[in-house]
């Protein structure tokens, strides 16, 4: 023990006496133990030659469940024996659960980067680095990294070379060729942009359906404006439109308010509106029964603060103004208050509008707001809304309907559709990357030739730089591990392909066996699911190695969700 470590006491007889201090644990290893539990337990499905996981069934009735996403096979692990250990694992499990609500993709990548990142600051700090310093160097080489993959992301201009791509991509992460083709489709169709909706079907087959326009669930506020009964809808063109937020409640205003527009010229109007009164409705069908105006009453969509921003995009998409209160905002009309549509159409459950006034200044901004909050968003649901409201806003809606043999087999491919349309959107959206973990090879490679060229800098933050770099080599090596390869055999392979050729896109292809130029060979990733897998990567890892303290609660709360 060094010197600095011994404290010298005298006890009662006045001789001296040693007593030795344990040392602090810095990274306390059971805290990488669960890292390690849960990412050994996923790394098993990456790449396009996965073995699977067998997870024992908390019922002995059942049998065992076979899986290949790693994102399930997490959600599996509930507890570890370990408190300290079980920290770590509920870390990773966290993590992965976030790439799958995020990227639908990318969940094993993700952990097998963590994992090695771990390792490697753990033995960093073994050899005296300092924790922080390390979490330093972690956030700069993360930074680098998604300079460079954004940097080197492919987004093709011909839609031949877009839809190979998409095909690719789709053929890497699904294995359901009819689901796969269909969305591949549809992706290529809307852009990276579009919404789409995932529902059952009725048949065992995938259908789709395009929808022109925006729609929105909200019905008509009556019946007695249907113009085909037969088929229970109500349709109107070249109408204008009134939004309020507010109840119609009052038949004089109401009365009031259609002069006006009558007035204004406009023969035909969509009016949007949180409710309407018997007295209200009154009015209204007497107009339209009357000749003088078609009319068209829908009820705004959703309620309180959601109803806000419907009300918001309706705006920027018919060029109308959003009318507060009740009827008599409708009585006292101004020109600007009013927007217009091309076509508009309602039923009993929802109601849409074809070739909107947009206003192109609030249309715009409402895109890049809704951009903004899609990128810092987490949560699964809100991220499915979102999407929704983007492609309204960009005028492009398409319903997956997704069928099965057995209910779980329904459900099953229903929740793989969400997730591959999120991947196929993130990558038309944000361009591709060489495939099976090639690109971050490549960069890793980049980053310790830039370390060795730096005249090889001994200080901590260089050493959390060089961990992210060895770590950034571990999805490609797992892969080769995974198809029966040597892993060390093939990154030796791989690092002398591209020494012989910087400028290509050199990775191992484990279908075949052999290192090919991933992008020529259609070999390719999304670079937004990449990147943000590094993201989370770098923050459990930096987390994980900065945490001092465990505290166990003797009764902690049960998480349904992780």
């Known amino acids: 023990m060094p010197q600095s470590q011994r404290r010298h006491l005298r006890d009662s007889t006045g001789r001296r006496r040693r007593r030795f201090i344990r040392p602090s644990v810095i990274f306390h290893p059971n805290l990488l133990d669960g890292i390690n539990l849960i990412a050994d337990a996923v790394k098993p499905t990456l790449g396009p030659l996965p073995r699977v996981v067998g997870i024992e069934s908390m019922t002995r009735d059942r049998p065992p469940e076979v899986l290949d996403d790693a994102a399930t096979i997490a959600r599996r692990i509930i507890q570890i024996a370990d408190p300290t250990a079980d920290v770590g694992a509920m870390m990773m499990r966290h993590a992965l659960w976030r790439m799958h609500e995020t990227c639908g993709d990318g969940s094993a990548t993700m952990a097998t980067i963590a994992q090695a990142l771990a390792q490697q600051a753990a033995k960093a700090m073994a050899a005296g680095a300092h924790p922080a310093l390390l979490r330093t ?178 705006a920027a998409l018919t060029g109308a103004r959003v009318l507060f209160g009740d009827a008599a905002a409708f009585a006292s009309l101004a020109p600007e208050d009013v927007g217009s549509v091309r076509r508009a159409w309602a039923t009993a459950r929802q109601f849409g509008i074809i070739g909107g006034k947009r206003d192109p200044i609030a249309l715009r901004n409402s895109i890049a707001s809704v951009r903004r909050k899609i990128d810092d968003t987490l949560n699964l649901d809100e991220i499915a809304e979102l999407r929704l409201r983007l492609g309204r806003l960009c005028g492009g809606l398409a319903i997956v309907r997704v069928g099965g043999a057995t209910s779980k087999i329904q459900e099953s491919r229903r929740d793989e559709a969400v997730r591959l349309s999120r991947t196929l959107q993130m990558a038309a959206g944000r361009g591709y990357v060489a495939g099976g973990g090639a690109a971050l090879f490549k960069i890793a490679q980049t980053l310790l030739n830039d370390a060795e060229r730096s005249n090889g800098r001994a200080d901590d933050i260089a050493f959390g730089v060089r961990c992210l770099a060895r770590a950034l080599e571990s999805p490609l090596m797992t892969i080769a591990g995974n198809a029966g390869f040597e892993a060390t055999e093939v990154a030796d392979q791989v690092r002398a392909a591209l020494r012989a050729d910087p400028h290509a896109h050199h990775g191992f292809d484990a279908r075949s066996g052999r290192v090919v130029d991933m992008m020529a060979a259609g070999i390719v990733d999304s670079a937004e699911v990449i990147e943000r897998a590094v993201r989370v990567a770098g923050s459990l890892a930096a987390t994980a190695i900065t945490t001092d303290a465990v505290v166990h609660h003797r009764k902690p709360a049960l998480a349904t969700n992780p």
Not at 160 to 172: P, V, Y
Not at 282 to 310: E, H, N
């Open 137 to 314: 160097g972690i956030e700069q080489g993360v930074a680098q990294v998604c300079t460079a993959l954004r940097a080197g992301a492919v987004r093709p201009m011909s839609g031949r070379r877009s839809r190979e791509l998409l095909a690719a991509l789709a053929r890497s992460v699904c294995h359901d060729p009819e689901l796969r083709d269909v969305l591949v489709e549809i992706v290529d169709i809307l852009g990276a942009d579009g919404a789409i909706q995932v529902v059952n079907n009725d048949a065992r087959r995938v259908d789709r359906e395009y929808i022109e326009g925006a729609m929105w669930d909200s019905p008509w506020l009556t019946t007695g404006f249907a113009t085909d009964a037969a088929q229970s809808i109500a349709r109107i063109s070249d109408a204008a439109v009134i939004l309020l937020d507010g109840k119609l409640d009052s038949a004089v205003n109401v009365l009031e308010g259609l002069k006006r527009l009558y007035d204004l010229g406009h023969r035909s109007v969509l009016i949007i509106a949180g409710d309407l009164s018997d007295e209200a409705k009154t009015v209204l069908i007497q107009a339209k029964l009357s000749g003088v105006m078609r009319i068209l009453p829908v009820k705004a969509p959703g309620f309180d603060a959601k109803r806000a921003v419907a009300l918001q995009d309706l």
